[in-house]
């Protein structure tokens, strides 16, 4: 198969019905083929940031370690500001309940 995937479509098959058609027969393959394209993708991308990166840009870096796993979240955690007061109390409800439940089941545990 040549490397442009456009000329090989091109080259084995005149019509689109007749590519839908191997499509359907030859899912597996299709399947692989989209994984493999997704791969070059990928690479092209992480070589691309790389290349930026050692030249100097800070916001390739950033990316590669956000990519990486490298980087730590902006911001304050999830669920600290603009909460409803229905919320809060949601919560103080339940941290109310699961204190009780733990009491409820130590002082079983003594008789």
Do not use: C
């Not at 091109?10 to 791969?39: C, G, P, Q, S």
Request: aromatic residues 8%; glycine residues 6%; negative net charge.
């Amino acid at each position: 198969m040549a490397d442009d995937l456009f000329e090989w479509q091109a080259e084995e098959f005149k019509t689109f019905e007749v590519y839908k058609k191997w499509m359907v027969d030859n899912a597996t393959v299709v399947d692989l083929l989209e994984e493999e394209r997704m791969y070059r993708v990928i690479q092209a991308a992480l070589s691309g940031l790389v290349r930026s990166s050692a030249s100097g840009s800070a916001a390739a870096t950033a990316q590669l370690k956000s990519l990486t796993g490298l980087s730590r979240p902006v911001g304050r955690p999830s669920g600290t500001t603009n909460q409803s007061e229905e919320h809060r109390m949601n919560i103080m409800l339940r941290e109310t309940q699961s204190y009780q439940d733990d009491v409820d089941r130590l002082l079983a545990g003594d008789n």
